[in-house]
């Protein structure tokens, strides 16, 4: 049987040693002995060990990497060039704070970074002094803040942990699957990482709303000379409405009431000449939705065709059924036309791009 991945592993930032670990332990495993124990399972174990072990040098990688980079001073100042946004009158550098970040393969490496501070003006931390109180302080690392590892975890590790909270049946099953690859975490923070993955996610789409209306959004011409299919379909979610009034004795809790309600969805991608997605770095594939109204997810169409550069499309074809919602349009933003491109026919250009 595979041996259970450990709580925490502590990088020993040299690479050579890794290097040897990891050749040390997978030749043991290459080794075919036994032949006549072997089956399915003793296949299955080796795999698995195998998988375990290049997890925990992918991490020990990337852990030297880290220790790298917060040990340039360039770096060091790019970040905190880069963070200016989030200082305050009243921030200034506060020393060095030690914080440890956890990687691929439950590999922990600790960084001694820059730390800064937004305090309180001089007369409140004068009272404050007084009334023996300490003055109070918020602040932060720029270096993870420029890297987005204020959570202690590098962005692919929490973009496993909230895709997997998020897909998952529940956050059990979830934590199951993280720990298969190598994300060893309490139940708890993956709940809480989920959730605030999401809120992150709709706080950056807000943003670009703002600025789509403010005229000021960027666009990225991705779509430029390209054929892109516009696909839009309702889904169907189960939401909890807490009820109201006293708590039940034996559960101490006021219960629920589950109600169904259609999120608007929206997929953005590109074809082929052939008719086939094209899957590429380059041309990412853009997924979304809502459950506002139908005016409120236009808008976030809107900005993603903005954004992505629909003005410099090829051809553009609209996939939906016939919901209402779907063509509750007027005939300034949109007009309907026919394109000879695979079996899909019926196509709505935003013709105002």
Same mark, same amino acid.
């Given at each position: 049987?595979?041996?259970?991945?450990?709580?925490?592993?502590?990088?020993?930032?040299?690479?050579?040693?890794?290097?040897?670990?990891?050749?040390?332990?997978?030749?043991?495993?290459?080794?075919?002995?036994?032949?006549?124990?072997?089956?399915?399972?003793?296949?299955?174990?080796?795999?698995?060990?195998?998988?375990?072990?290049?997890?925990?040098?992918?991490?020990?990688?990337?852990?030297?990497?880290?220790?790298?980079?917060?040990?340039?001073?360039?770096? +060091?100042?790019?970040?905190? !060039?880069?963070?200016?946004?989030?200082?305050? @009158?009243?921030?200034?550098?506060?020393?060095?704070?030690?914080?440890?970040?956890?990687?691929?393969?439950?590999?922990?490496?600790?960084?001694? *970074?820059?730390?800064?501070?937004?305090?309180?003006? @001089?007369?409140?931390?004068?009272?404050?002094?007084? @009334?023996?109180?300490?003055?109070?302080?918020? #602040?932060?690392?720029?270096?993870?803040?420029?890297? #987005?590892?204020?959570?202690? *975890?590098?962005?692919? =590790?929490?973009?496993?942990?909230?895709?997997?909270?998020?897909? #998952?049946?529940?956050?059990?099953?979830?934590?199951?699957?993280?720990?298969?690859?190598?994300?060893?975490?309490?139940?708890?923070?993956?709940?809480?990482?989920?959730?605030?993955?999401?809120?992150?996610?709709? !706080?950056?789409? !807000?943003?670009?709303?703002?600025?789509?209306?403010?005229?000021?959004?960027?666009?990225?011409?991705? +779509?430029?000379?390209?054929?892109?299919?516009?696909?839009?379909?309702?889904?169907?979610?189960?939401?909890?409405?807490?009820?109201?009034?006293?708590?039940?004795?034996?559960?101490?809790?006021?219960?629920?009431?589950?109600?169904?309600?259609?999120?608007?969805?929206?997929?953005?991608?590109?074809?082929?000449?052939?008719?086939?997605? =094209?899957?590429?770095?380059?041309?990412?594939?853009?997924?979304?939705?809502?459950?506002?109204?139908?005016?409120?997810?236009?808008?976030?169409?809107?900005?993603?065709?903005?954004?992505?550069?629909?003005?410099?499309?090829?051809?553009?074809?609209?996939?939906?059924?016939?919901?209402?919602?779907?063509?509750?349009?007027?005939?300034?933003?949109?007009?309907?036309?026919?394109?000879?491109?695979?079996?899909?026919?019926?196509?709505?250009?935003?013709?105002?791009?």
């Amino acid at each position: 049987m595979p041996t259970p991945m450990t709580k925490k592993i502590y990088s020993n930032i040299d690479l050579t040693k890794s290097l040897n670990d990891f050749q040390r332990k997978v030749t043991k495993l290459l080794e075919v002995t036994n032949i006549k124990e072997w089956n399915g399972q003793t296949f299955k174990a080796h795999e698995q060990n195998i998988r375990k072990a290049a997890l925990i040098l992918a991490g020990e990688c990337i852990s030297l990497l880290l220790h790298n980079l917060a040990q340039s001073q360039e770096v +060091l100042l790019t970040a905190m !060039n880069q963070t200016q946004g989030w200082w305050h @009158q009243t921030t200034r550098k506060h020393g060095y704070k030690t914080r440890q970040i956890i990687t691929l393969g439950n590999v922990e490496v600790t960084l001694k *970074l820059p730390y800064v501070v937004a305090s309180q003006n @001089q007369v409140d931390v004068v009272q404050d002094k007084k @009334q023996n109180q300490k003055p109070i302080n918020t #602040g932060f690392c720029p270096f993870l803040r420029w890297l #987005g590892m204020e959570e202690g *975890l590098t962005p692919s =590790v929490w973009s496993h942990i909230a895709q997997y909270g998020a897909i #998952g049946g529940s956050f059990e099953s979830a934590r199951k699957i993280l720990i298969d690859w190598g994300i060893d975490i309490s139940l708890k923070r993956i709940e809480r990482l989920t959730y605030e993955f999401g809120k992150t996610g709709i !706080n950056l789409r !807000n943003k670009k709303l703002i600025n789509l209306q403010e005229g000021s959004l960027s666009t990225d011409n991705i +779509l430029k000379d390209q054929r892109v299919v516009i696909a839009v379909d309702g889904g169907r979610t189960r939401i909890r409405i807490p009820k109201k009034g006293r708590r039940r004795a034996s559960s101490n809790r006021r219960g629920f009431t589950g109600e169904w309600v259609e999120p608007k969805l929206l997929t953005i991608y590109v074809v082929n000449e052939q008719g086939k997605k =094209v899957k590429t770095s380059d041309i990412p594939i853009t997924n979304d939705g809502t459950y506002q109204g139908y005016q409120g997810f236009l808008q976030i169409l809107e900005m993603h065709l903005v954004r992505l550069g629909i003005s410099q499309a090829k051809q553009v074809l609209f996939i939906a059924d016939g919901a209402e919602w779907k063509w509750m349009t007027d005939s300034s933003t949109f007009r309907t036309v026919r394109l000879p491109i695979g079996n899909l026919s019926i196509i709505r250009f935003l013709s105002r791009y």
